[in-house]
């Protein structure tokens, strides 16, 4: 299809990028960034949020001359009506991710476990310590099957609020009963939200806005918190690792398979199918020197977590991989896969297969994966590729040679030993340095790549500018691998962008500057982190004291409005690159970006460049830090002896 040439170098910002969608653009294909430009007006209803069609008397569409839907809502409730459904549709991916998981956990606790293990038993006795499991006496399957229940009783509770509520700050505890936004189960939050926005049923914005908050919550602290937890028991609990990123990791020689998605449970398979010396054998029969197994998206970041898989590329470069000719096989499963994947796929001869019995795709093979026999499953989609690869067509190949190594695997056990060792594996060093003023606080930068934007550009522009300020970085979803395509998770080359003081803390514990904790579903692992460091002491009593910030630059899912809730409604205040489609109400604009501060002691500020955000972070850093009383200037002295000596292990 032919259609109107874009600028390249205003689109992406990587070589490799630059290279595979030049590519496209010669070749014809069109992609998200074609499409982005074709799509570029947006509908100013949509944007508003003012547009209803939630009953067939509407669409209603609501202007100054119609201020009212034929049922008389306004625009008040008809924009807090659609943000808390887009609340719910975050929540219900995330947790339903994690429910999968805990159903597998409950398989491989009944000793039906079919090659997945419960490899991490001590991230299942730290789970059982979490949530009151008995572990005295007990066998790690009778612990894990009682885990199982009580995470399965998390999504059915009906007047219970969540158990998993009880590892947040005492404090924050409070806030939330105090305010009725303490969650009960997540699937009854998830229908309860669908219906009270049904028609005629909830009309106050600010109630809706609240069941907004308390939906996310149940996904932060609930599903996703869940999903990590059980995925560190299944399949390990990160610790740092190297690896490598970019479109370059692809081979030139090899059966190139990548895996894009989010459910762990396949791609943790894969990792081990492809090492399996019959299948490598296999590759070499068909004239090729190996096998390269790379991700895209979160399930990149959850296998290159645990086992140093390189990450291929974010959610923008999903199309740009297959358009390197060089891909056999694409495997998608649930969230962020792009429907366009076969239309692209068809220039080449990749085949996208589809692979769990949630997702189809008209024009993907549907290989649904046998959880029952997953080993085998996951090997006979890799012998798919291995046939496919006689087809590549070497005129059609150019992978860009772009790649850059990194370090990730930064769960918060990992962190946590990094600063205080084995022995006495404690936040205590962060915390003072903090206090210190060493560090001036702490940001996440999370979320997702939009096509309506530069890829990676924001996100990497505020990166740098918040280490040269001393401030420690932590990273998850595709916002950690536009950090890591760009060379800056690597200790060394981020060291030396860092400020002194935050350089001087990185350097004597042993942490690069900018941690990469995970997938999306790991922000549960961000929240885990602040938690710990109020735990630790000093730096106030909850969630909302500490010196924090999270930012979502370049998001685009529905998941990450819901993140951005639960970090909000955790006391954390959050950037976001743009705006949500509120603006056609001012009460809920109002809400989000200010009121929600009386809540929960924080609220939404949108900036729209990586500049105005460094200094919006700045401010709230400070503020903190003043009314904490430790904004005094930081004393700038190099680590003595004793200071070295109190932080090492
Ligand atoms: Ni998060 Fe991960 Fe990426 Fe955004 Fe999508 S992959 S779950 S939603 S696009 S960060
Ligand atoms: Fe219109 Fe009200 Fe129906 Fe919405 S619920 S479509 S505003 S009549």
């Known amino acids: 299809m032919a259609h109107e040439p874009i600028k390249v170098q205003e689109r992406v910002s990587d070589p490799a990028s630059m290279e595979a969608l030049l590519k496209a653009e010669n070749e014809c294909i069109e992609t998200c960034f074609t499409r982005a430009e074709l799509q570029k007006i947006s509908c100013k209803f949509g944007t508003g949020g003012v547009c209803c069609r939630i009953c ?9 001359k119609a201020p009212y839907g034929v049922c008389g809502a306004d625009a008040d409730t008809i924009v807090a009506r659609n943000f808390l459904r887009e609340v719910v549709g975050g929540a219900a991916a995330h947790s339903d991710h994690g429910r999968h998981l ?22 299942l006795h730290r789970a059982a310590r979490d949530w009151g499991v008995e572990t005295e006496g007990r066998s790690d399957r009778e612990i894990a ?20 509520l009880a590892l947040a700050p005492k404090k924050q505890q409070t806030l939330w009963n105090t305010h009725h936004v303490a969650p009960l189960g997540i699937d009854r939050m998830i229908v309860e939200s669908m219906h009270r926005t049904h028609m005629g049923v909830d009309h106050d914005y600010r109630h809706l806005l609240l069941q907004a908050f308390r939906t996310a919550l149940a996904d932060g602290w609930g599903g996703s918190r869940i999903a990590t937890v059980v995925s560190d028991i299944l399949f390990g609990t990160p610790s740092p690792v190297r690896s490598q990123s970019n479109l370059g990791v692809l081979g030139e020689k090899t059966v190139n398979i990548l895996v894009h998605g989010h459910e762990p449970e396949l791609s943790e398979m894969l990792a081990v199918a492809v090492q399996d010396p019959e ?21 990149a970041n959850e296998i290159l977590m645990r086992h140093g898989i ?53 024009g993907a093979d549907h290989h649904p994966f046998d959880e029952n026999d997953a080993l085998e499953s996951a090997k006979s989609i890799i012998r798919l590729a291995i046939e496919n690869y006689a087809n590549r067509d070497a005129k059609k190949v150019a992978i860009p040679t772009a790649t850059q190594p990194l370090v990730a695997g930064f769960s918060v056990d990992a962190i946590k030993y990094m600063l205080g060792g084995r022995f006495r594996a404690s936040f205590r060093p962060l915390n003072d340095a903090i206090i210190q003023g060493r560090i001036k606080g702490v940001v996440g930068i999370v979320g997702c790549n939009n096509a309506r934007e530069k890829l990676d550009d924001y996100i990497n522009t505020l990166t740098e500018s918040l280490i040269r300020e001393n401030v420690l970085v932590l990273k ?63 730096l106030g009593d909850d969630l909302s004291q500490i010196p924090a910030v999270g930012v979502a630059p ?30 056609g109400s001012e009460n809920v604009t109002q809400f989000l970006n200010d009121q929600a501060r009386e809540f929960f002691g924080a609220s939404f500020h949108v900036c729209p460049d990586a500049h105005q955000a460094t200094k919006k972070i700045l401010q709230i850093l400070d503020d903190a830090r003043a009314k904490l009383g430790i904004n005094k200037k930081a004393e700038r002295k190099l680590y003595d002896m004793k200071d070295r000596r109190a932080l090492d292990v």
């Open 554 to 583: 370049e998001w685009m899912s529905e998941k990450a409005v819901s993140i951005g809730c639960y970090f909000v409604a955790s006391g954390v205040d959050v950037i976001l690159g743009h705006p949500f489609h509120i603006s």
């Open 56 to 64: 067939h008397m509407g669409p209603c569409r609501i202007t100054a």
């Open 102 to 123: 805990v159903l597998r956990l409950k398989k491989v606790a009944e000793g039906n476990g079919n090659g997945y293990t419960l490899k991490d038993t001590k991230a």
């Open 279 to 299: 299948i490598v054998r296999a590759a070499q029969a068909v004239g090729a020197e190996g096998i390269t197994l790379a991700g895209i998206c979160c399930t």
């Open 145 to 164: 099957l009682q885990l199982a229940d009580l995470f399965f009783a998390e999504f059915t509770s009906q007047e219970k609020v969540l158990a998993t």
């Open 476 to 538: 998850t979803g595709c916002a950690a691998i536009a950090s890591a395509k760009q060379g800056r998770l690597t200790p060394e080359t981020a060291l030396q962008q860092a400020g002194a003081g935050l350089r001087e803390v990185c350097e004597a514990v042993g942490i690069p500057p900018i941690l990469h904790m995970g997938s999306c579903v790991d922000n549960s692992r961000i929240l885990e982190a602040a938690t710990e460091i109020v735990l630790e002491g000093g």
């Open 310 to 362: 390189p990450v291929a590329g974010n959610f923008l470069q999903q199309e740009l991989a297959v358009i390197t000719g060089a891909v056999e096989v694409m495997i998608i499963d649930v969230q962020c896969c792009m429907p366009s994947l076969p239309q692209v796929a068809s220039a080449y001869h990749t085949r996208i297969v589809s692979t769990s019995e949630l997702a189809m795709t008209a």
